[in-house]
Each structure stands twice: as structure tokens, then as C-alpha cells.
């Protein structure tokens, strides 16, 4: 996964959006796309895609690479939605398809609308990245036909989802959730592929474990853990974010 780039030479308005303190940005969730990776070879496995971030999570994860994107997209430069168009229309002929990722791109404000008018600018398949804590909202937009395919992050055994996400959810939610989404995959089997990231808490035996929840014919896809260029990365999440059960 891709952190997003410098957008200062693509969308130069971008340093105007944010310093312009009476425009109102926070009317949609337009102001929540703060990031872009132009093309990306991997981020869609077969497609060659750029990849959209959007800022916001409902998880504290202490191996996050996207912490700003996630907890502070503030620091971020918003992207201005006709920016974002102008760019789908001309680069849309190079790419095979575009990918939503964050942060928690389903907490998104009117995350449907943003789905359809990039859809429309672009006439390009989506598919978005998601922890899987939030499926109704999945299943909505597997329903309305916006996504054709989900990037869903298993993350380790029920039991260490507390650690794991920095104990924004317990163990029994974060079943209930991902029992909710293999649901929606066994219904929709074109639609989803579940991937776990090795991160150091996990054993092979975990992995393992993670991989046996999966629906009949489905895999789990294991990703090469980076560590987070940042110093003390747990420690600052706990003392930025609520220790409590924040996802249902």
C-alpha cells in the first residue's frame, strides 16, 4: 500500500483550498480526499490504477503507515473536487480502474455521491479498501452497483483485535463485522478478496487462524509488514485516541 504523494505539482490550488479559512470545505465529504497516488501497479491486483485516499478511521492501529491520513487528515491539503475530475478525464485513458483507500474510506460523508461522480468523470471500475467494521455500509454500496470489488483487511485473530487496533474494538465486534462481510463475499464471491498484513503481534499460527474464518474458496492474501517511519508509534496513538470500544 501506497502513502499519498506531494500534490503540490499536480493540484497547485490545493495550498489555496486549505489556507482560504472562510471557505466553507466541511459541507461534504469531498474535504475528507487528501491524498493521491497518480498510478500504481499493485494496489489492484492485474489493474493499473491510481489510488485515491480519504481521511478518517474508525480503528487506532499502532502499525498504521497512513496515521495523518487516518487521525490528522487536518494537516493535509484537501484536493478540490474539480481538480479531481479534471484529472480523472484526462488520465482515465491510461489507467484500467481506481482505488479508494485511507484511512476508512466508508466513513466518508456522502460517500455514495463521491463513488458516482468519480465513476462518471472517469468511466472506470472501483474498488475500495476497507477494514470491514462498518458492512452495512458495504453491503449499501455493493447494492447500488458504485464498488465492483472490496479490499477487506483481516487482521488477526478475534482475540487480538483489541491490540491489534489499538483497542478501538473488542474481539466479539470485530467478529460480528467480518462475520457480516463473509456474508456479503459468499453472496458475491466476484466482489471481495480478504488480505492480513504480518505485523510483529501475529504468529504463522495466527495468520493461520485469521485464514480459517474465510468463506469456502476464498484466501487470504499476506502482506510483507514495513514498519511506520515514525518514532514511538504506539505510544503516541494511545495518548492521541480514547481507549474504549469506539466501532459496533
Not at 491486483?45 to 499502532?62: E, H, I, R, S
Not at 475530475?85 to 485511507?102: C, E, M, P, V
Not at 484511512?103 to 460523508?109: A, I, K, R, Y
Not at 473488542?170 to 456479503?184: D, Q, S, W, Y
Amino acid at each position: 500500500m501506497h502513502s499519498p504523494r506531494d500534490l503540490k505539482h499536480l493540484f497547485p490550488s490545493t495550498l489555496i483550498l486549505t489556507e482560504h479559512k472562510n471557505m466553507n470545505i466541511h459541507s461534504t465529504g469531498w474535504n475528507h480526499l487528501r491524498g493521491i497516488e497518480p498510478l500504481s501497479l499493485c494496489d489492484w491486483p492485474g489493474k493499473t490504477t491510481c489510488v485515491f485516499f480519504m481521511g478518517g478511521c474508525n480503528l487506532n492501529c499502532p502499525t498504521c503507515h497512513n496515521f495523518d491520513m487516518a487521525w490528522n487528515m487536518e494537516k493535509l491539503p484537501v484536493i478540490p473536487k474539480e481538480d479531481i475530475k479534471s484529472f480523472l478525464k484526462n488520465r482515465a485513458q491510461w489507467l484500467d480502474g481506481i482505488t479508494i483507500t485511507g484511512g476508512e474510506p466508508t466513513l466518508v460523508p456522502n460517500l455514495e455521491e463521491i463513488l458516482f461522480e468519480i465513476r462518471n468523470a472517469s468511466k472506470l471500475p472501483i474498488k475500495m479498501d476497507s477494514n470491514g467494521m462498518t458492512p452495512e455500509t458495504l453491503k449499501e454500496i455493493l447494492q447500488q452497483g458504485l464498488v465492483e470489488q472490496f479490499a477487506i483487511d483481516v487482521k488477526g485473530p478475534y482475540e487480538k483485535y483489541p491490540a491489534l487496533s489499538g483497542q478501538a474494538v473488542t474481539a466479539e465486534t470485530a467478529r460480528k463485522n467480518l462475520e457480516r462481510v463473509f456474508e456479503l463475499a459468499t453472496a458475491r464471491p466476484d466482489a471481495f478478496y480478504f488480505r492480513i498484513t504480518k505485523v510483529p503481534i501475529l504468529t504463522d499460527e495466527d495468520v493461520e487462524t485469521a485464514r480459517g474464518y474465510l468463506p469456502n474458496g476464498f484466501d487470504l492474501t499476506i502482506q510483507k509488514y514495513i514498519p511506520p517511519k515514525r518514532e514511538h508509534a504506539y505510544a503516541e496513538n494511545e495518548e492521541s485516541r480514547p481507549v474504549e470500544n469506539i466501532v459496533d
